[in-house]
């Protein structure tokens, strides 16, 4: 349903044309044409993340984003990716790659979200075009990962909701979309720990642009939005 904004527009394009001498093509001999748009979505009856040691329960530990593939991921190594930045040198600036060092491809990668910290006014201003989330799917997608584990960028004593199924910015679908979901901190802590490693020493390092493989972990899922 149109909102009155919406309606006073549409009344402004249907007079501009009729005084240009367009002739109207729409539906029932005006200018306007009907379209179905889908307003909402939601999450389809299966959805399952889990590893060998843990399940992790949709809308509380995780959630699928709406542009993320859909289907089945098989069991996949995970990477720790920092913030999935990847960025050219520009000025004094000598550029950043986030993936650097590591083998991305058939493999989750974490990545936080927004910028690092502790950059100063210059980086952060050349930093924040490559900081966006479809730049970061994009650039994890390019080097062949299964899917992306997108983590709120908190402090370590907060515990952030986990984001809508339906975020604010949506990268376009393409038939080699990845699966992109989003987890909890304290999802992440628990993913990490089997791995023998901790949220606090990735996160203290995601700054510096370190990737690895947390070790002896496996992540497999299970996406179904409706």
């Known amino acids: 349903t149109a909102s009155p904004g919406e309606r006073l527009a549409e009344a402004f394009i249907t007079k501009s044309f009729v005084a240009a001498g367009l002739e109207p ?6 200018f306007a044409q009907a379209f179905p748009v889908r307003a ?12 060998r040691g843990a399940v992790f329960r949709v809308g509380v530990d995780w959630q ?37 060092g590591i083998d991305v491809e058939g493999r989750w990668a974490i990545v936080l979200e927004g910028l690092p910290n502790d950059l100063d006014t210059f980086q952060q ?9 479809p730049h970061k799917l994009r650039m994890a997608q ?11 960028d908190e402090p370590e004593s907060a515990a952030p909701e986990v984001l809508s199924v339906s975020p604010p ?8 979309d990845i699966a992109v979901v989003a987890l909890t901190r304290d999802t992440l ?3 990490l720990a089997e791995g023998s490693t901790s949220i ?7 700054s510096g642009a370190h990737a690895h493989v947390i070790r002896d972990v496996e992540l497999e899922a299970q996406v179904e939005i409706e």
């Open 40 to 51: 909402a979505i939601g999450l389809g009856a299966r959805n399952e993340l889990r590893t």
């Open 169 to 176: 910015i949506s990268p376009p679908a393409s038939k080699d």
């Open 142 to 152: 390019m080097r062949g990962a299964v899917g992306v584990l997108l983590v709120d």
């Open 125 to 133: 201003f050349h930093l924040q075009q490559f900081a966006t989330l």
């Open 25 to 30: 093509g729409g539906d029932r001999g005006t």
């Open 64 to 100: 699928p984003l709406a542009f993320s593939k859909r289907g089945h991921v098989e069991p996949a190594p995970v990477v720790w990716a920092g913030y999935g930045i990847v960025a050219p040198a520009w000025a004094d600036y000598q550029g950043r790659d986030d993936f650097a």
């Open 189 to 191: 802590r628990r993913l």
């Open 200 to 206: 606090q020493l990735m996160t203290d390092e995601a």
